[in-house]
């Protein structure tokens, strides 16, 4: 009973973990959407509200719909949409071969796929699919992400384990893109997930989850030869991201101190494995905690906060932040209204953050440049899969 309990505990974390960031970094290429059909309008709120933070600016913004800059492609209900210009149209490729879809990622026009049946490839421009890999047994859950500067796609997928001490083990594979090859590493007899790749890209990074949200270090193994090559110490409480050029881990944690938890943020330099740890900085609002936060491309943290116990509270605000990696300095940004936000991607430009919530069909697009926040239809039971431009 306790093994089995563990089990269910530890196949929640990863689906939050999957629901989390991570931040991969996607083509930025357009997408024709030609389908012969009319667009469907989006919602865009021209509400106003008071901000309760200095400096901060309204919840929805008054401004007429503009979001021609932000476009990015979701799957929902095994079909496609793109979203540019508060517009949404679908394209017409047929998904429907993936069974049950758990993620997606954005390559060089081309679309992966990862679901209950195996890894797919949806080609936008001939609209070909192809199947990459079959699975033989039931999944548990997949997450797909981008190696940036390797053309190499990864995933990582927790099946049932009788071998492993919690009943949950983890198939991580890469995919090589230009040589069509996949690699699939020695199975991983516990929770995994693949995190990211070093700034050489010789090594990939994968973190074990064990049976709470707490982890102590990541493994190094050599993507030559598939094999483990070493461990770097790291302390973290559930999320841990890579920055865009891969020196740089983020993770999520608290500081024990009189008596009092103190909820901070760990910064660690990849490139000194002996050493890594460069800063540990407390959040600006002590009674806040993270609820999710992803890299921006000039080596900020975007970070959403919101009040309360990360375990028992989804409270009805949210707000997001900048934290810079170079000055150590916090910065308020705006305030996101509704339970169950979470921050889903940032954009190559680091300009659009989207937000969606798990309890509606909405999102929030934000312009991080102009501190405004739109409103947008978007499923909640939506895949994001990658930013577009024009």
Known sequence: MKKEWFSIFILVLLLHSCRTAEINTLSNESISTENGSPPA????????????????SPEFTPEPCDLSHAGFLFVDDGKLYKFEGCEKTMIPVDLGAAGEIYDTALLDRRLYIISDL???QADLSSADFIEIKEFSA??????????TGLERIAFSCS???????????????????AEEILQELPFFHRGTRFIGSSQDTEEIYTLSLGQDPEFREITRINLATQQ??????????????ISPDHRYLATTNFLYENDSTKPIINLYDLTKPDDPLTESSVLPVPLDYVENFVWGNAGELVLLL?????????????KVWEYSNETGEWQPSVEITGQGASIVSIDPSGRWLLIHFYSKDEARLVDLEN???????YPSSAEFTGWVSK
């Open 118 to 120: 195996g890894f797919f």
């Open 371 to 377: 501190m405004r926040v739109y409103r947008i239809d």
């Open 306 to 318: 919101k009040e309360g116990d990360p375990w028992n509270s989804d409270p009805d605000i949210a």
């Open 41 to 56: 309008t989006f919602e865009v709120s021209p509400e106003t509200s008071t901000p309760t933070t200095e400096n901060q």
């Open 228 to 241: 483990v090559v070493g461990t770097i110490n790291v302390e973290g409480n559930n999320l841990a991201e």
């Open 159 to 177: 099946f049932d384990d009788p071998e492993a001490e919690f009943n949950i083990g983890t198939r991580v594979g890469i995919y090589n893109v």
């Open 138 to 147: 039931p999944v548990l859950y997949c997450r797909l992400a981008v190696i």
